[in-house]
């Protein structure tokens, strides 16, 4: 394969087109390995399509704007949208096609079947945005029946969605493995995300504060504190020092149940933020004495 083959992405905007093009690499004995996106890309979904490149023949990525995932006051009409960036990004991290519907391709007039799933998703990011997981969930096992791949890449920047969609493909028998991928940050410490476009720049300086949060707890745990109540106290006291956030949450939580952690706190358990900073609602996760 030459270089410029290798460069070559192909989008598909039809489901036929999607099918016929992914029906040939099969036929070929090609594994696939898929990314799914909502475009805006950077380095984190580099990261994952370079994942993909390398542990299956062919890499998929995905970039839609799902509106079923957005409450009705988020920022769906100004996610950010970079699509001629985004294709050259996936082109260099080694992207072999690009799935690209339109809203009115992946839920056609008269849609209305959908995802549901109990407790897992009513907590944290559930909590606050009561309708996010479901249209996650719609969604993500949609594009897994499109793509049909042998396995999908998600971040852990996204912890409880790629823990919900691994329940959701074991109870559904959805023939796919699911490979969660390290979290890519800025050199300050502020994970990549699309949503970082948002700040201004009197924000983006106190945006590592959500990681140095993090961190605090992360030290605290090390230092021998093991009741949850102080460890959250702590991270809090470290994001205060950014005046310009608002805690959406902080909680310690079990990394697979996400049941809240009573005393004490243990080695793996799951530390998760969610805070405002002007436009943004930026996540972030570390789990105990483990990263
Ligand atoms: P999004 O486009 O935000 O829906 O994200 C698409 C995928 O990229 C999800 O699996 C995210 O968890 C993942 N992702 C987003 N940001 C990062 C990051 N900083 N590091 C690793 N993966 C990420």
């Known amino acids: ?22 029906r ?53 009409s100004r996610y950010p949208r970079t699509p001629e960036a985004d294709l050259e990004l996936l082109a260099a991290a080694g992207a072999k096609h690009l799935w690209m519907p339109e809203v009115a391709t992946m839920y056609p007039p008269g849609s209305c079947t959908s995802v549901g799933m109990k407790g897992l998703i009513d907590v944290l990011c559930g909590r606050s945005r009561p309708t996010h997981f479901g249209g996650v969930l719609t969604v993500v096992l949609k594009l897994l029946l499109q793509v049909q791949p042998d396995i999908a890449f998600f971040g852990r920047k ?32 502020l994970a990549m995300s699309s949503r970082n476009r948002y700040l201004t720049a009197e924000e983006r300086a106190q945006a590592p504060a959500l990681r140095a949060a993090l961190l605090a707890a992360q030290s605290a745990f090390l230092a021998g504190e093991r009741r949850p109540a102080a460890l959250v106290r702590e991270a809090s006291d470290r994001l205060a020092l950014a005046p310009l956030f608002r805690i959406d949450y902080l909680e310690i939580r079990d990394p697979e149940t996400l049941e809240l952690r009573d005393e004490p706190a243990r080695p793996g358990d799951l530390v998760a933020i969610a805070a405002h900073l ?8 570390l789990l105990l004495a483990q990263d």
């Open 24 to 76: 040939a690499e099969r036929a070929f004995g090609r594994s696939i390995g898929f990314v799914p996106t909502m475009g805006a890309l950077h380095a984190g979904h580099a990261s994952l399509v370079q994942r993909a490149a390398a542990a299956t023949d062919v890499a998929v990525a995905s970039i839609f704007v799902n509106p079923l995932q957005f409450g009705p006051t988020e920022d769906l």
């Open 1 to 22: 394969m030459t270089t410029a083959d290798r460069r070559t992405v192909y989008v598909s905007r039809t489901l036929p087109e999607l099918r016929s093009r992914l």
């Open 158 to 189: 996204d912890y409880q969605q790629a823990l919900v969609i691994r329940r959701m493909v074991r109870d559904l028998d959805v023939p796919t493995c699911i490979e969660t991928c390290l979290i890519v940050r800025e050199t300050d410490g």
């Open 278 to 285: 002007g436009k943004a609602r930026l996540i972030d996760n």
